[in-house]
């Protein structure tokens, strides 16, 4: 996330609605990208979400008639209103889903919605399993659908639990969906044979392997044995499609958190932590991509320093007595997934 300020030169947070030094309205506009004042010299309006409800503060042009911003218009499902509850749960959603699309939208990634394009758009269905018992997590042709329960921090926590998990976050189920939701956008229907199907075949595995099987197989199995050193998670060793999806989620975790870091004026020299130094071969993309080294080199200094950076942030978060902030370990074999996922990443830039 970038570093925000009003007009005024105060410092404002992605989810600001009012500065606190001047007292003016303030919105995020995904247009220019940044946090403005919403006064009439801006030409922008309150998203109505955050007019009637107070769970979406960004804004968008005065002269379209449309009144929900772009990321709530990609709403097909919200939960039901009428409970305080659901109301205070939505919020927390709508937070991360816009973290999200933010980071999407920053690497140059169109995200037209449903209504927008049928074929390729982007939808989100928000069900409580209170309303729905039989919903769950997951995405199907464009549709992200996110169980409402899981902003409940205590229901989202016994899941982490049940499921063995080191990290369950809102952020992350929405990462996570969008890593599904663009594969089948970008890559599905590539030929067998194209360049970047095979690169990623060579790194995730087959795709073709038995998707139900190999759930139900690590259900009933949990973790294989020593999964650490080829996957960033353990579900991810489930499946080709689930190893990309968790390390797809991951990377926009590093995207979002490099960013943040260092806007913020966190600097951290990578090579005063030589115990996180990764090899050249961790940065290179599969052979039957077009190699680059000047792109592979900063590929690979840009992820030591998020090492870097989040080895810091968990001793500040040992400091303060919490468990660690991020409780992952990058391997060679998973910093070349990621250094896939960044080239997917720039080939989709414009798409």
Known sequence: MQRFTCDCGNVLFFGSTICLKC???????????NMIQVVPVHGVKRCANGTKYNVCNWVLPTTVKETLCQACRKNRTIPDLSTERNLMLWGRMEMAKRRLLYTLLRLGIRLPSKMENPQIGLAF?????LSNPTV?????????????EEADDTYRQINRQQLGENSRTLLG?????????????????LAWDDPLR??????FGDEWLDYASALSAHYQKGNPTGWEQNYITGYAASHPWEDWAETWAHYLQIVDGVETCESLGIQVQFIALPL???PGEAGTLPSMLPQDGVADGEFLAWLQR???????????SHSLGEQPLYPFVISVPVAQKLRLAHHFATVWAGK
């Open 23 to 33: 007292g003016i309205e303030v919105g995020y506009d995904p247009q220019r990208g």
């Open 198 to 203: 095979l690169a990623f075949r060579e790194r």
């Open 173 to 189: 189920h929405f990462r996570h969906e969008s890593a599904h939701y663009l594969w089948q956008r970008c890559l599905s229907d």
């Open 125 to 129: 269905d928000i069900i409580s399993t």
């Open 136 to 148: 769950t997590t997951g995405h199907l042709n464009g549709v992200i659908t996110v169980n409402l």
């Open 306 to 316: 998020w090492m870097c950076l989040s080895t810091v942030l968990n001793e500040i």
């Open 276 to 278: 996180v130094m990764l």
